[in-house]
């Protein structure tokens, strides 16, 4: 049983990391449509890990040696893997955001700047003449 939570969970994260490589593409491309996309499904996966997180967490409480399984230790491995590179495209999202942000800036003072432009023609009321 306590084997077989380890390898299912091992599977998931296994799973998560490839994800995060889609997503890592993705964030080349700056494709924003995709990279929220992914993202629901990255959160979908997650939420599948949960319960067996939460049960090898119950297990280590209880049985202390289960800590020393090669198993766990690649479990372990593998989330400070994704972890660091969780932290790495995050870093790259920011800074992605920055760039949009100051743009979306760029965009709304060119706006108020527009609207405050009149152009210089004359309103004197006249008739146009069209017998020119």
Known sequence: MNTSIIAQSLADYKAIGEHLNIIERAMRGQDSKAII??????????????????????????????????????????????????ERMTRQLRSIMAIHREELLKLKKGNTVLRGYRPATQHTGRRISISN
Do not use: G
């Open 37 to 86: 996309a992914l993202s629901q499904q990255l959160l979908q996966l997650q939420k599948q890990v949960r319960e067996n997180d939460i049960a090898i967490i119950n297990m280590a409480h209880t049985d202390p040696n289960i800590s020393n399984t090669p198993q766990l230790q690649e479990l372990i491995e593998l989330m400070r893997t994704i972890h660091k590179q969780n």
